[in-house]
Nanobody
Framework: VQLVESGGGLVQPGGSLRLSCTAS????????MGWYRQAPGQEREFVAA????????YYSDSVKGRFTISHDKAKNTAYLQMNALKPEDTAVYYC???????????WGQGTQVTVSS
């Protein structure tokens, strides 16, 4: 099982980024995919998740209304569209997968997102 993230980088406050997570080695349609993040000196926190079967989504209060999680089943890929980014969104973002919610069984290597002027 492998999860590979991409799309991180440096963006100014108010800007947007889209993270991608391509999964391999498991039945994508039966999984819950998600995103967590960890800022320096802070604990890892849940960001968003999506059930591959129903498409139901979940968000933390800190990103609700600004971030959107989606998936492309044909590509075995989940996305995190991040809009109206704030400096406090700066963190390493991890893609996760699991058989139930919240998804914590499998983790990607992480991708850095930095929001700064």
């Amino acid at each position: 099982v492998q999860l590979v993230e991409s799309g991180g980088g440096l963006v100014q406050p108010g800007g947007s980024l889209r993270l991608s997570c391509t999964a391999s080695g498991f039945t994508f349609n039966k999984y819950v995919m998600g995103w967590y993040r960890q800022a320096p000196g802070q604990e890892r926190e849940f960001v968003a998740a999506i059930r591959q079967g129903s498409g139901r989504t979940y968000y933390s209060d800190s990103v609700k209304g600004r971030f959107t999680i989606s998936h492309d089943k044909a590509k075995n890929t989940a996305y995190l569209q991040m809009n109206a980014l704030k400096p406090e969104d700066t963190a390493v973002y991890y893609c996760t997968g699991g058989s139930s919610y919240p998804p914590q069984e499998k983790w990607g290597q992480g991708t850095q997102v930095t929001v700064s002027s």
